[in-house]
Protein backbone atom coordinates (compact mmCIF):
# COMPACT_ATOMS: atom_id res chain seq x y z
CA UNK A 1 0.00 0.00 0.00
CA UNK A 2 1.35 3.12 -0.97
CA UNK A 3 -0.08 5.72 2.09
CA UNK A 4 -1.52 8.85 2.14
CA UNK A 5 1.59 10.28 4.36
CA UNK A 6 4.72 9.42 5.57
CA UNK A 7 7.94 10.76 8.21
CA UNK A 8 10.83 10.99 6.66
CA UNK A 9 13.62 9.65 9.56
CA UNK A 10 17.14 10.03 8.78
CA UNK A 11 20.38 9.00 10.92
CA UNK A 12 21.18 12.17 11.78
CA UNK A 13 17.45 12.32 13.68
CA UNK A 14 18.02 8.93 14.98
CA UNK A 15 21.50 9.98 16.75
CA UNK A 16 19.65 12.98 17.89
CA UNK A 17 17.49 11.22 19.83
CA UNK A 18 19.56 8.51 20.99
CA UNK A 19 21.84 11.33 22.44
CA UNK A 20 19.03 12.90 24.49
CA UNK A 21 18.79 9.10 25.66
CA UNK A 22 22.29 9.38 27.20
CA UNK A 23 21.84 12.72 28.56
CA UNK A 24 20.97 13.83 32.40
CA UNK A 25 17.53 15.03 31.22
CA UNK A 26 14.30 12.51 29.28
CA UNK A 27 12.16 15.54 29.81
CA UNK A 28 12.46 19.46 31.45
CA UNK A 29 15.61 19.93 29.96
CA UNK A 30 17.32 22.06 27.98
CA UNK A 31 16.05 20.97 24.40
CA UNK A 32 13.14 22.10 24.55
CA UNK A 33 13.92 25.54 24.98
CA UNK A 34 16.23 24.94 22.05
CA UNK A 35 13.37 23.85 19.75
CA UNK A 36 11.05 26.75 21.00
CA UNK A 37 13.65 28.99 19.60
CA UNK A 38 14.57 26.98 16.58
CA UNK A 39 10.57 27.57 15.15
CA UNK A 40 10.33 30.87 16.72
CA UNK A 41 13.19 32.15 14.52
CA UNK A 42 12.70 30.14 11.60
CA UNK A 43 8.32 30.96 11.65
CA UNK A 44 9.42 34.92 12.90
CA UNK A 45 7.83 35.15 16.09
CA UNK A 46 8.82 36.54 19.41
CA UNK A 47 7.44 33.23 21.35
CA UNK A 48 6.71 29.37 20.73
CA UNK A 49 5.57 27.44 23.71
CA UNK A 50 6.00 23.65 22.74
CA UNK A 51 3.39 21.02 24.43
CA UNK A 52 2.41 17.43 23.73
CA UNK A 53 -0.04 18.14 20.84
CA UNK A 54 -1.73 20.36 18.64
CA UNK A 55 -4.75 19.76 20.75
CA UNK A 56 -2.94 20.62 23.42
CA UNK A 57 -1.55 23.84 22.08
CA UNK A 58 -4.79 24.76 21.27
CA UNK A 59 -6.48 23.97 24.27
CA UNK A 60 -3.70 26.22 26.20
CA UNK A 61 -3.93 28.94 23.45
CA UNK A 62 -7.89 29.07 23.76
CA UNK A 63 -7.63 29.72 27.98
CA UNK A 64 -4.78 31.61 27.86
CA UNK A 65 -7.19 34.08 25.24
CA UNK A 66 -9.44 34.14 28.14
CA UNK A 67 -12.10 31.50 26.53
CA UNK A 68 -14.82 30.46 29.06
CA UNK A 69 -18.40 29.39 29.66
CA UNK A 70 -20.83 32.13 27.52
CA UNK A 71 -17.95 32.68 24.78
CA UNK A 72 -18.21 31.21 21.29
CA UNK A 73 -15.64 29.92 19.41
CA UNK A 74 -16.26 30.10 16.00
CA UNK A 75 -13.63 27.34 12.92
CA UNK A 76 -13.99 25.91 10.13
CA UNK A 77 -16.43 22.38 9.60
CA UNK A 78 -13.45 21.12 6.99
CA UNK A 79 -11.15 20.52 9.75
CA UNK A 80 -9.67 17.70 11.89
CA UNK A 81 -12.21 17.53 15.16
CA UNK A 82 -9.43 18.87 17.41
CA UNK A 83 -9.90 22.31 16.11
CA UNK A 84 -13.61 22.78 17.43
CA UNK A 85 -13.21 21.01 20.82
CA UNK A 86 -10.68 23.44 22.00
CA UNK A 87 -13.46 25.05 22.60
CA UNK A 88 -15.95 22.87 23.88
CA UNK A 89 -12.90 21.78 26.46
CA UNK A 90 -12.97 25.26 27.66
CA UNK A 91 -17.13 25.12 28.24
CA UNK A 92 -17.34 27.90 25.43
CA UNK A 93 -20.00 27.27 22.56
CA UNK A 94 -18.85 25.94 19.19
CA UNK A 95 -20.01 26.98 15.71
CA UNK A 96 -18.64 26.80 12.14
CA UNK A 97 -18.10 29.10 9.13
CA UNK A 98 -18.72 27.97 6.16
CA UNK A 99 -15.74 27.18 3.47
CA UNK A 100 -14.50 28.98 0.17
CA UNK A 101 -15.40 26.58 -2.68
CA UNK A 102 -11.96 27.01 -4.08
CA UNK A 103 -9.58 26.94 -1.22
CA UNK A 104 -11.55 24.79 1.07
CA UNK A 105 -10.57 27.60 3.89
CA UNK A 106 -12.87 29.46 6.40
CA UNK A 107 -14.39 31.85 3.93
CA UNK A 108 -14.41 35.34 5.29
CA UNK A 109 -17.22 36.43 2.99
CA UNK A 110 -19.66 34.06 4.67
CA UNK A 111 -17.67 35.13 7.85
CA UNK A 112 -18.49 38.68 7.49
CA UNK A 113 -22.27 38.25 7.11
CA UNK A 114 -22.48 35.23 10.17
CA UNK A 115 -21.01 37.95 12.37
CA UNK A 116 -23.14 40.92 11.17
CA UNK A 117 -26.14 38.76 11.78
CA UNK A 118 -24.23 37.28 15.30
CA UNK A 119 -24.12 40.92 16.31
CA UNK A 120 -27.54 42.09 15.93
CA UNK A 121 -28.33 38.81 18.32
CA UNK A 122 -25.29 39.72 21.03
CA UNK A 123 -23.49 36.27 20.48
CA UNK A 124 -20.44 37.24 18.65
CA UNK A 125 -17.52 35.37 18.73
CA UNK A 126 -14.36 35.42 21.46
CA UNK A 127 -12.39 33.33 19.08
CA UNK A 128 -11.93 32.47 15.50
CA UNK A 129 -10.32 29.46 14.68
CA UNK A 130 -9.51 29.70 11.01
CA UNK A 131 -7.50 26.24 9.70
CA UNK A 132 -4.81 26.23 6.95
CA UNK A 133 -6.25 23.66 4.98
CA UNK A 134 -3.63 21.07 3.26
CA UNK A 135 -1.29 24.11 4.31
CA UNK A 136 -2.61 26.56 1.85
CA UNK A 137 -3.09 30.08 4.49
CA UNK A 138 -6.71 31.60 4.54
CA UNK A 139 -7.14 34.93 3.60
CA UNK A 140 -5.96 36.17 6.80
CA UNK A 141 -5.78 40.37 6.00
CA UNK A 142 -9.43 39.96 5.84
CA UNK A 143 -9.95 37.54 8.92
CA UNK A 144 -7.81 40.15 10.74
CA UNK A 145 -9.75 42.78 9.59
CA UNK A 146 -13.24 41.62 10.59
CA UNK A 147 -11.29 40.86 14.13
CA UNK A 148 -10.48 44.61 14.53
CA UNK A 149 -13.89 45.09 13.91
CA UNK A 150 -15.96 42.58 15.95
CA UNK A 151 -13.55 42.29 18.52
CA UNK A 152 -12.06 39.09 18.50
CA UNK A 153 -9.13 37.13 19.32
CA UNK A 154 -7.61 34.90 16.47
CA UNK A 155 -5.88 31.54 16.63
CA UNK A 156 -4.66 30.15 13.23
CA UNK A 157 -4.43 26.24 13.27
CA UNK A 158 -1.82 25.84 11.66
CA UNK A 159 -1.29 21.93 11.88
CA UNK A 160 -0.97 21.44 8.17
CA UNK A 161 1.10 24.66 7.34
CA UNK A 162 4.58 25.12 9.12
CA UNK A 163 7.23 26.18 6.26
CA UNK A 164 4.31 27.51 3.95
CA UNK A 165 3.94 31.57 3.34
CA UNK A 166 1.28 34.32 3.28
CA UNK A 167 2.43 37.17 1.70
CA UNK A 168 5.75 36.17 1.40
CA UNK A 169 6.01 35.66 5.19
CA UNK A 170 6.46 32.80 7.25
CA UNK A 171 2.95 30.92 8.64
CA UNK A 172 3.77 31.43 12.62
CA UNK A 173 4.71 34.79 12.59
CA UNK A 174 1.13 35.89 14.16
CA UNK A 175 1.20 39.18 12.01
CA UNK A 176 -2.64 38.55 11.59
CA UNK A 177 -3.34 36.77 14.52
CA UNK A 178 -2.87 36.28 17.85
CA UNK A 179 -1.42 32.71 18.49
CA UNK A 180 -0.63 30.47 15.30
CA UNK A 181 -0.56 26.52 16.46
CA UNK A 182 1.59 23.67 14.55
CA UNK A 183 0.88 19.91 14.85
CA UNK A 184 4.04 17.27 14.46
CA UNK A 185 2.20 14.38 14.13
CA UNK A 186 4.08 11.95 11.99
CA UNK A 187 1.68 12.64 9.06
CA UNK A 188 2.12 16.16 8.64
CA UNK A 189 4.87 18.48 7.63
CA UNK A 190 7.80 17.72 10.18
CA UNK A 191 7.65 15.65 12.92
CA UNK A 192 8.49 14.76 16.80
CA UNK A 193 6.25 11.49 17.14
CA UNK A 194 3.05 13.38 18.74
CA UNK A 195 3.73 16.67 19.61
CA UNK A 196 2.65 20.41 19.05
CA UNK A 197 3.68 24.36 19.42
CA UNK A 198 1.88 27.70 19.71
CA UNK A 199 3.69 30.89 18.46
CA UNK A 200 2.84 34.19 19.44
CA UNK A 201 4.34 37.95 19.92
CA UNK A 202 2.95 38.84 22.95
CA UNK A 203 4.96 37.99 25.98
CA UNK A 204 1.96 37.66 28.48
CA UNK A 205 -0.07 35.11 26.34
CA UNK A 206 3.13 32.94 26.28
CA UNK A 207 4.06 33.16 30.18
CA UNK A 208 -0.03 32.15 30.45
CA UNK A 209 0.49 28.90 27.62
CA UNK A 210 3.88 28.01 29.68
CA UNK A 211 1.96 27.73 33.20
CA UNK A 212 -1.06 25.69 31.62
CA UNK A 213 0.73 23.40 29.93
CA UNK A 214 2.74 22.12 33.60
CA UNK A 215 -0.07 22.40 35.85
CA UNK A 216 -0.56 25.92 36.61
CA UNK A 217 2.91 25.87 38.60
CA UNK A 218 5.76 28.66 38.39
CA UNK A 219 9.12 28.66 40.11
CA UNK A 220 9.26 32.50 39.01
CA UNK A 221 9.77 34.36 42.43
CA UNK A 222 7.75 37.71 40.17
CA UNK A 223 4.53 36.10 39.78
CA UNK A 224 3.92 34.51 43.46
CA UNK A 225 1.74 35.78 45.81
CA UNK A 226 4.87 36.16 48.19
CA UNK A 227 8.36 35.25 48.38
CA UNK A 228 9.91 31.86 47.78
CA UNK A 229 9.89 29.56 51.68
CA UNK A 230 13.27 28.60 50.18
CA UNK A 231 15.33 27.01 47.20
CA UNK A 232 12.65 23.61 46.77
CA UNK A 233 9.86 26.48 46.65
CA UNK A 234 7.21 26.77 43.88
CA UNK A 235 3.49 27.97 43.78
CA UNK A 236 0.57 26.83 41.72
CA UNK A 237 -0.86 29.53 40.46
CA UNK A 238 -3.45 28.08 38.26
CA UNK A 239 -5.32 25.22 37.33
CA UNK A 240 -2.87 23.51 34.45
CA UNK A 241 -2.38 20.48 32.97
CA UNK A 242 0.49 17.74 32.15
CA UNK A 243 0.76 18.85 27.86
CA UNK A 244 4.94 19.09 28.25
CA UNK A 245 6.78 17.99 25.50
CA UNK A 246 9.71 15.53 26.32
CA UNK A 247 13.26 15.96 25.34
CA UNK A 248 13.47 13.04 22.99
CA UNK A 249 10.96 14.92 20.74
CA UNK A 250 12.15 18.48 20.83
CA UNK A 251 15.45 16.48 19.84
CA UNK A 252 13.77 15.17 16.88
CA UNK A 253 12.17 18.30 16.22
CA UNK A 254 15.39 20.40 16.30
CA UNK A 255 16.37 17.86 13.98
CA UNK A 256 13.73 17.64 11.32
CA UNK A 257 13.79 21.56 11.45
CA UNK A 258 17.03 21.19 9.40
CA UNK A 259 15.00 20.15 7.10
CA UNK A 260 11.43 21.68 6.85
CA UNK A 261 12.51 24.17 3.63
CA UNK A 262 13.54 21.08 2.20
CA UNK A 263 10.38 18.61 3.01
CA UNK A 264 8.20 21.62 1.96
CA UNK A 265 9.93 22.17 -1.78
CA UNK A 266 9.48 18.32 -2.43
CA UNK A 267 5.69 18.62 -1.60
CA UNK A 268 6.04 20.97 -4.35
CA UNK A 269 7.50 19.49 -6.92
CA UNK A 270 5.22 16.34 -6.31
CA UNK A 271 2.02 18.59 -6.30
CA UNK A 272 3.73 19.97 -9.70
CA UNK A 273 3.98 16.74 -11.14
CA UNK A 274 0.24 15.47 -10.23
CA UNK A 275 -1.18 18.69 -11.25
CA UNK A 276 0.35 18.18 -14.95
CA UNK A 277 -0.45 14.58 -14.77
CA UNK A 278 -3.83 14.70 -13.73
CA UNK A 279 -5.06 17.06 -16.46
CA UNK A 280 -7.25 15.15 -18.48
CA UNK A 281 -8.99 13.28 -15.69
CA UNK A 282 -12.94 14.52 -14.54
CA UNK A 283 -10.98 16.06 -11.55
CA UNK A 284 -10.32 19.40 -9.88
CA UNK A 285 -7.10 19.54 -8.79
CA UNK A 286 -5.89 21.95 -5.65
CA UNK A 287 -6.26 25.93 -6.24
CA UNK A 288 -3.78 27.99 -4.90
CA UNK A 289 -4.20 31.70 -4.21
CA UNK A 290 -1.80 33.69 -5.26
CA UNK A 291 -0.95 35.13 -1.78
CA UNK A 292 0.24 31.79 -0.52
CA UNK A 293 3.18 29.30 -0.88
CA UNK A 294 1.16 26.44 0.93
CA UNK A 295 3.10 23.80 2.51
CA UNK A 296 1.07 21.55 1.11
CA UNK A 297 0.88 19.01 3.81
CA UNK A 298 -2.54 17.22 1.81
CA UNK A 299 -2.51 17.40 -1.92
CA UNK A 300 -6.57 16.96 -2.30
CA UNK A 301 -8.56 16.33 -5.63
CA UNK A 302 -12.51 17.02 -6.26
CA UNK A 303 -14.10 14.52 -8.67
CA UNK A 304 -15.64 16.87 -10.87
CA UNK A 305 -19.55 15.71 -11.20
CA UNK A 306 -19.94 17.51 -14.34
CA UNK A 307 -17.45 15.20 -16.28
CA UNK A 308 -17.67 12.21 -14.04
CA UNK A 309 -20.76 10.02 -12.97
CA UNK A 310 -18.14 7.97 -10.73
CA UNK A 311 -18.90 8.33 -7.30
CA UNK A 312 -16.49 9.37 -4.22
CA UNK A 313 -16.84 5.94 -2.64
CA UNK A 314 -16.35 3.87 -5.74
CA UNK A 315 -13.35 5.58 -6.45
CA UNK A 316 -11.88 5.43 -3.33
CA UNK A 317 -12.57 2.02 -2.76
CA UNK A 318 -10.94 1.34 -6.55
CA UNK A 319 -7.94 2.88 -4.66
CA UNK A 320 -7.48 1.01 -2.07
CA UNK A 321 -7.96 -2.47 -4.02
CA UNK A 322 -4.99 -1.02 -5.90
CA UNK A 323 -2.97 -0.36 -3.01
CA UNK A 324 -3.24 3.23 -3.12
CA UNK A 325 -3.76 4.38 0.55
CA UNK A 326 -5.93 7.45 -0.50
CA UNK A 327 -8.10 9.19 2.62
CA UNK A 328 -10.83 12.08 3.40
CA UNK A 329 -9.86 15.10 5.03
CA UNK A 330 -12.60 16.09 6.38
CA UNK A 331 -15.81 14.99 7.69
CA UNK A 332 -17.45 17.86 8.04
CA UNK A 333 -17.06 18.01 12.20
CA UNK A 334 -20.64 19.84 12.58
CA UNK A 335 -21.97 15.82 11.05
CA UNK A 336 -20.34 14.28 13.92
CA UNK A 337 -22.41 12.41 15.93
CA UNK A 338 -21.19 14.83 19.44
CA UNK A 339 -21.85 17.48 17.08
CA UNK A 340 -25.32 16.26 15.93
CA UNK A 341 -26.20 15.98 19.66
CA UNK A 342 -25.59 19.62 20.31
CA UNK A 343 -28.12 20.77 17.35
CA UNK A 344 -26.05 20.77 14.13
CA UNK A 345 -27.43 19.65 11.31
CA UNK A 346 -26.70 18.10 7.53
CA UNK A 347 -27.13 21.23 5.09
CA UNK A 348 -25.80 23.50 7.83
CA UNK A 349 -23.05 23.74 5.71
CA UNK A 350 -23.58 23.63 2.26
CA UNK A 351 -20.01 24.14 0.73
CA UNK A 352 -18.52 21.67 3.47
CA UNK A 353 -20.86 19.30 2.97
CA UNK A 354 -20.48 19.33 -1.41
CA UNK A 355 -16.62 19.63 -0.81
CA UNK A 356 -17.11 16.34 1.20
CA UNK A 357 -18.96 14.27 -0.78
CA UNK A 358 -15.88 14.71 -3.83
CA UNK A 359 -12.80 14.94 -2.00
CA UNK A 360 -10.15 12.42 -1.80
CA UNK A 361 -6.59 13.00 -0.52
CA UNK A 362 -3.33 11.27 -2.70
CA UNK A 363 -0.45 10.38 -2.13
CA UNK A 364 1.76 12.90 -0.86
CA UNK A 365 4.99 12.48 1.21
CA UNK A 366 8.96 13.24 1.34
CA UNK A 367 10.01 9.91 0.29
CA UNK A 368 7.43 8.87 -2.80
CA UNK A 369 8.85 8.23 -5.58
CA UNK A 370 7.92 9.45 -9.36
CA UNK A 371 7.09 5.65 -10.18
CA UNK A 372 4.64 5.66 -6.85
CA UNK A 373 3.37 9.02 -8.03
CA UNK A 374 3.44 7.07 -11.75
CA UNK A 375 1.17 4.28 -10.13
CA UNK A 376 -1.14 6.09 -8.18
CA UNK A 377 -2.16 8.51 -11.26
CA UNK A 378 -2.71 5.29 -13.37
CA UNK A 379 -4.68 3.72 -10.72
CA UNK A 380 -6.93 7.08 -10.46
CA UNK A 381 -7.20 6.51 -14.21
CA UNK A 382 -8.62 3.28 -13.94
CA UNK A 383 -11.11 4.02 -10.88
CA UNK A 384 -12.48 7.05 -12.71
CA UNK A 385 -13.17 4.56 -15.74
CA UNK A 386 -13.87 1.41 -14.62
C1 LIG B 1 -3.53 17.02 13.13
C2 LIG B 1 -4.42 18.18 13.38
C3 LIG B 1 -4.73 18.63 14.67
C4 LIG B 1 -4.33 17.89 15.90
O1 LIG B 1 -2.98 17.66 15.96
P1 LIG B 1 -2.37 16.69 17.09
O2 LIG B 1 -0.94 17.10 17.13
O3 LIG B 1 -2.57 15.29 16.59
O4 LIG B 1 -3.09 16.95 18.35
C5 LIG B 1 -5.48 19.77 14.81
N1 LIG B 1 -5.94 20.45 13.74
C6 LIG B 1 -5.69 20.02 12.48
C7 LIG B 1 -6.21 20.83 11.34
C8 LIG B 1 -4.95 18.87 12.26
O5 LIG B 1 -4.73 18.43 11.02
Not at 243 to 264: H, I, P
Not at 298 to 303: F, K
Amino acid sequence: MIPYGRQEITQSDIDAVVDVLRSDFLTQGPMVAHFEETVARHVGSTHAVAVNSATSALHIACLALGLGQDDWLWTSPITFVASANCGLYCGAGVDFVDIDPRTYNLCPKALARKLEQAEREGRLPKIVAPVHLCGQPCDMAAIHALGKRYGFRIIEDASHAIGGKYRDEFIGNCRYSDITIFSFHPVKIITTAEGGMATTNDARLAERMSLLRSHGITRDPDLMTHEPDGPWYYQQIDLGFNYRMTELQAALGVSQMKRLDEFVARRHALAFRYDKMLTGLPVVTPWQHPDSYSGLHLYVIRLDPTQTDRRQLHVFESLRNQGIGVNVHYIPVHTQPYYRNLGFEPGDFPQAESYYAEAISMPMFHGMTEAQQDAVVEALRKAVQQ
